[in-house]
């Protein structure tokens, strides 16, 4: 959350050092940044669910695998990961 607070406080900062109103910025550029922390943030909630093994990241939902929580926890990064790196090319 450090690194997310020191951005955002340094474009505020540099908004109001050179006088430039929020509105000149377009409201994409501030849904992208939203978007992406939103994305950021969901790779330790995965990772709180698979330390829990809560859901589908429970080892015992998968009888036949030995450690089938955490196949379900690394497809989730893998997704996660493709969508987040989507929206900062897109």
Do not use: H, M, Q
């Given at each position: 959350m450090l690194p997310w607070a020191i951005m955002y406080f340094n474009v505020i900062r540099i908004l109001n050092r050179y006088s430039i109103p929020f509105t000149l910025i377009p409201w994409w550029v501030w849904a992208f940044l939203a978007e992406y922390w939103l994305l950021f943030n969901c790779f330790p909630i995965v990772m709180y669910l698979q330390f829990k093994q809560w859901g589908r990241y429970d080892n015992?939902?998968?009888?036949?695998?030995?450690?089938?929580?955490?196949?379900?926890?690394?497809?989730?990064?893998?997704?996660?990961?493709?969508?987040?790196?989507?929206?900062?090319?897109?």
């Open positions: 015992s939902k998968y009888p036949l695998l030995k450690n089938g929580g955490y196949i379900a926890g690394e497809r989730s990064y893998i997704w996660l990961s493709f969508v987040s790196k989507t929206v900062i090319i897109w």
